[in-house]
DNA sequence: TCAATCAGGGTTGTATGATAACACGACAAG
DNA sequence: CTTGTCGTGTTATCATACAACCCTGATTGA
C-alpha cells in the first residue's frame, strides 16, 4: 500500500493501476493468504482516487479469486490455489527467461496436440487448417493477417483433437509467447523465413491428414525449434519438452477416419 | 440483454451477475466481436441496477479481455484472441464432458513436465516432493489436508522443471479438475486408495531422484491412468495424451509392478 | 453468575447526482 | 474543399448518502 498513484500517468485507468498495485501486494507476500484489506475508504485516500475506483478494483480482483469479501467485515486475501483465472501480468511477461520459459511451455502442449490430432482431425477440421494455411500463403510474412492466420492453424490442429480446452490453452499460451517476443523486440523477418515456415506447416498439415501421430509431433517439433530459432532462440530447448527422446516407446499409432 | 435481474437473489454480488451476463451474450454470439456495447446508462436501466453496478462489471469484463472502452466512444466486444486471462466458468465445468476433457489436458502436461523434473531438479525440489509425500502419509485418504499435499506433490514436479510456468498451468488444470470432480459428485474413497497412491507416487519420487526421464513419465502415466480409474474414468483417456501409448507396457503394469 | 437482547459504530453493497475528459458529427467561415 | 468551432453523447471519476450486515460491548433479565 504504499505506491501514490501519479494522475499524471493517464494509460490504463485508475482501477487497473490500483488492482495491479494490490496484486502486487499479494504477489511479493507483503500481504499474505488470509490477510484483511485496508477498508475501500482507506484504500482511496492511500491511492488518492474515489472510493468508487477501489471498487472497481476490487471487483477485478475478486473476479480472479485473489480475494474475498463479505458485507460488514472486509476483504481478505485468499489462497493462492483459490485463483479461478490464469493471467501472466505484463511485468512478468517482460522478464527476460519468460520468452524461453512460455515457448517451452507451448512446445509441450503443441507436440501432444499434434499427435492427438492426428488420430482423432475430422473433414472439418482438415479443411480449417488448409483454409488457414491458404490464409498464410496469401499474406506478406509477418503481417497481420500472416500472424492471425498462423495462429489459427495452430488453433484448427489443437480443436481437431475435439478438446475445446487445448485450443483455449495453446491460444492463451500462444499469445503471451507473441507479447513476450514483442516485448524483447528482436526480430528481422525475410522471404526466406516465409517460404520455411509454410514448409513446416504443410508437413504438419500432411502428417496428420494421413493420421500419422509420430509424424505429426515430429513435424511439429521441427516447427518450433525453427520457430525458435528464428526469434533468437536455441532451439535445442524445443525438443526437450518433445515426446521424441522417448521414441523408442512410441508406437505407430493407428489412424481413425481416413 | 434481455434478461431483467431480480432483486430477490441475493447470492453473488449485482456486478457478477451484470457482469456474467453480458458474458454470456458474447459466448453465444449476441454480441460478436466489434459490437458496441449499450451505453452504461441503457445497461444500468435494463438491469435495473445503478450505473456503479453495471461500471464494477464492465471493469471486470475489461480485465478479462472480453471487451474494450474508450472515453468519450463507448465498449466494444473485443476478439476472441485478446483474453488476457485464462479462465473456465462454472457453467462450462459442469458439462459432462468437461471432466474428462480437462483431465486429459492435465495428464499431457504433466507427463511431460515429470520427464522433464526427472533432468533437471535441484536437491531441493526433491525435499520439497518428500516433504509433500510425508504429508500425504499423515493425512486421511481424500481429507482437506491429503488433497493439500497431493497437489504440493505434483506443484513441486512441476517446479522441479525450473520453469514457473509449469507449476502456474498445472495448479490451475488441476483445481478444475477438482472442481469438476466436486460438480459431478461421483467419488467414494478406501483405505486401498490411499496405499495405491502413494505408492504411485513414491515411484514418481524414486525416477525423479534417479534422473530417469522415461521412468519418470511412464510412473507418471500410470499414476494419472489409476487416478482416472478411481474417479470413475475410464484409464485409457489418461493414456492416449502420454506419450508411453503402449498397451503392452500397460499390461506389464497392471497390478503394482516395482 | 450467566445468557439473551439490544444499541452503536464500522464496513461493504448500492444508488444517485455531478463534473471532467474525450469522441464525433454538424455547421459555418475561409 | 478544408478548417475551426461548437454541441451532444459517452466514458471516467468524484462525492455523498443510505441500506445491509458484522462485530463488540453494554444492558437487562433470570
Same mark, same amino acid.
Given at each position: 500500500m504504499t505506491l501514490k498513484l501519479d494522475?499524471?500517468?493517464?494509460? +490504463?485507468h485508475l482501477s487497473t493501476l490500483v488492482a495491479s498495485s494490490i496484486s502486487r501486494e499479494i504477489a511479493q507476500g507483503r500481504l499474505k493468504p488470509g490477510d484483511q484489506l485496508p477498508t475501500e475508504q482507506a484504500l482511496a485516500t492511500t491511492f488518492g482516487v474515489s472510493r468508487n475506483v477501489v471498487r472497481e478494483a476490487i471487483a477485478r480482483l475478486r473476479s480472479e479469486g485473489r480475494i474475498w469479501s463479505q458485507q460488514g467485515r472486509g476483504a481478505f486475501v485468499a489462497d493462492a490455489?483459490? !485463483?479461478t483465472v490464469l493471467t501472466i501480468d505484463y511485468e512478468t511477461l517482460q522478464r527476460a527467461d519468460s520468452f524461453r520459459n512460455l515457448f517451452e511451455l507451448r512446445g509441450m502442449l503443441e507436440v501432444q496436440i499434434a499427435a492427438l490430432a492426428a488420430t482423432r482431425r475430422s473433414d472439418a477440421d482438415i479443411v480449417a487448417m488448409e483454409q488457414a494455411l491458404d490464409g498464410m500463403r496469401m !499474406? +506478406?510474412?509477418?503481417s497481420v493477417a500472416w500472424l492471425k492466420n498462423d495462429l489459427g492453424f495452430h488453433r484448427a490442429v489443437a480443436d481437431a483433437t475435439q478438446n475445446p480446452y487445448m485450443g483455449q490453452f495453446l491460444v492463451f499460451v500462444s499469445e503471451r509467447v507473441r507479447e513476450s517476443i514483442l516485448a524483447a523486440g528482436n526480430q528481422q523477418k525475410s522471404d526466406d523465413m516465409a517460404r520455411t515456415t509454410l514448409g513446416e506447416h504443410e508437413r504438419i498439415l500432411a502428417a496428420i491428414k494421413a493420421g500419422d501421430a509420430k509424424g505429426a509431433s515430429a513435424a511439429m517439433t521441427r516447427h518450433l525449434a525453427g520457430a525458435a530459432s528464428r526469434v533468437g532462440? +536455441?532451439?535445442?530447448d524445443a525438443e526437450a519438452a518433445s515426446p521424441t527422446r522417448h521414441s523408442r516407446l512410441r508406437k505407430a499409432v493407428r489412424g481413425r477416419a481416413g
Open positions: 494522475k499524471v500517468n493517464r494509460g +490504463p490455489t483459490n !485463483a !499474406a +506478406p510474412y509477418g532462440l +536455441p532451439g535445442g
